[in-house]
């Protein structure tokens, strides 16, 4: 079975730019999450979707805006790109998004902004 | 606030068993996982602790003692593929979302 895929693997962009990343969860999960990664940090949540509805956001900037669609896969947009936005973008899946759901992580989306 | 502990860096022996201690203050709790995450990779799941005592998986056990804010990480018979960073994180945002800690950096030696 396939896990969670992200895309794409690696991206570099320039200060204002806008990005788009990717993600499709495990066959049956419905609930996707973006968590950011900064070097030598623990992932941070960003946001939470269940069933195509915003279910949680964490405390990042307007910049950053996410949706699910009707198949469960998920897109991660973030505006106006600072430096500071570079990190590694995690999308996890779970089957009912629940405290006792664990969450499966993809690879990652490594953004670098310049 | 939000806050979990958990050392920054550990080194054992290969074979050995190792103790991976995390601490936590949160506003909500509904459960404790663990995570292993090699460098460059993603996470991956190693257990789930919601109520106190002891979850043994193979050569991995995770305690929990909810009174305490506390939990462990035991690894036992180390290998050398188990150097890794291992995450602790607490199901307990205000948006029911993971918590997770800075993660501990397990180097393994031969």
């Known amino acids: 079975d396939a896990g969670v895929t992200q895309s794409p693997t690696h991206l570099i962009k320039t200060r204002g730019q806008h990005v788009t990343l990717r993600c499709s969860p495990i066959s049956g999960h419905k609930s996707v999450s973006w968590y950011q990664q900064v070097l030598g940090q623990g992932p941070q949540f960003i946001f939470q979707?269940?069933?195509?509805?915003?279910?949680g956001r964490g405390n990042f900037p307007d910049r950053f805006s996410a949706r699910q669609f009707p198949n469960y896969s998920s897109e991660l947009n973030v505006n106006a790109l600072l430096l500071g936005d570079s990190a590694l973008y995690l999308c996890?899946?779970?089957?009912?998004?629940?405290?006792?759901?664990?969450?499966?992580f993809g690879n990652g989306t490594r953004l670098t902004v310049t | 606030g939000q806050n979990i502990d958990q050392p920054t860096e550990m080194t054992a022996t290969e074979g050995a068993i190792v103790q991976i201690n995390c601490t936590y203050q949160t506003s909500g709790f509904n459960g404790l996982f663990w995570y292993q995450q090699h460098a460059g990779e993603a996470p991956t799941f190693l257990s789930y602790n919601v109520l106190d005592g002891l979850e043994e998986k193979g050569r991995f056990s995770s305690f929990l003692s909810r009174s305490k804010g506390y939990s462990y990480l035991l690894l036992k018979e180390l290998q050398m593929k188990d150097s890794a960073s291992y995450l602790c994180?607490?199901?307990?945002?205000?948006?029911?979302?993971?918590?997770f800690g800075k993660g501990t950096k397990l180097s393994v030696k031969p």
């Open positions: 979707y269940y069933e195509k509805e915003e279910r």
């Open positions: 996890a899946s779970s089957s009912t998004g629940g405290s006792y759901s664990p969450l499966h």
């Open positions: 994180a607490v199901h307990g945002g205000s948006q029911g979302n993971l918590i």
